[in-house]
């Protein structure tokens, strides 16, 4: 009896190792003939920003040359990096995302 107390007690709680999923940025490229409310329209309605938010991000990619649209898991922001340049294709627009791996 004394046997399966002490081996009881050396039994312990495995807790499950659940690793986060790599993260992905989806980056906004400039370029000289997308117009800015094209821009803002696709961050509203592609990552739901807020028109301010939209608003800072295309300035961000206007003044700088590219911006992040936002951090997601790979399938989602490869995704989101289709349909705005489907939508950009669509509309005749050259504008164009990427797809960036975040590394820890």
């Known amino acids: ?14 807790k499950p190792k659940t690793k ?7 980056i906004l490229l400039n370029d000289d003939f997308t117009p800015m409310d ?8 592609i990552f739901n ?7 800072e991000i295309m300035l961000k990619v206007h003044n700088e040359g590219e911006a992040s649209c936002g951090i997601f898991t790979k399938d989602l922001a490869e995704t989101k990096s289709y349909e705005v340049n489907n939508l950009a ?5 050259p504008l164009i995302s990427i797809v960036k791996p975040i590394y820890d």
Not at 20 to 26: E, G, R, S
Not at 38 to 45: A, D, M, N, T
């Open 20 to 26: 986060k999923p790599p993260m992905f940025d989806v």
């Open 38 to 45: 094209f821009v803002v329209y696709v961050l509203k309605e």
């Open 1 to 14: 009896m004394s046997e399966i107390a002490s081996f009881e007690n050396k039994v312990q709680e495995l």
């Open 49 to 55: 920003h807020t028109d301010q938010q939209a608003n």
């Open 89 to 93: 294709k669509i509309n005749d627009h």
